[in-house]
Nanobody, 124 residues
């Protein structure tokens, strides 16, 4: 059974930084694209970033482009999300997810395994 466990969330002031990590166990990590999504209170879950299985291609939501960086370490079965210049509107529960394919996608329906989420709160 594939399991994803996120860590690194917390409380930060606007303009600050956080690094989220997601460790995957029980599967062939490097074969599949990984993604980060987030869900704010009262809102739909939204795409944040995705990375190919090999890590050569990344894609971001317009709202985080230039501030967030997704990366992966296939030797450690981890995917990270470096978040800089955080804004109050970045406040959400952040989820990592594993896709069904190696190519990246923004569609949450293409991700089969999900972590439990980690809270990120950005204060003014």
């Amino acid at each position: 059974q594939v399991q994803l466990v996120e860590s690194g969330g917390g409380l930060v002031q606007a303009g600050g930084s956080l690094r989220l990590s997601c460790t995957v166990s029980g599967g062939s990590f490097s074969r599949f694209a990984m993604g980060w999504f987030r869900q704010a209170p009262g809102k739909e879950r939204e795409f944040v970033a995705t990375i190919t299985g090999g890590g050569s291609f990344r894609s971001y939501a317009d709202s985080v482009k230039g501030r967030f960086t997704i990366s992966r370490d296939n030797a450690k079965d981890t995917v990270n999300l470096e978040m800089n210049s955080l804004k109050p509107e970045d406040t959400a529960v952040y989820f990592c997810a594993q896709s069904t394919t190696m190519t990246p996608t923004t569609a949450s329906s293409r991700y089969i395994y999900w972590g439990q989420g980690t809270q990120v709160t950005v204060t003014v």
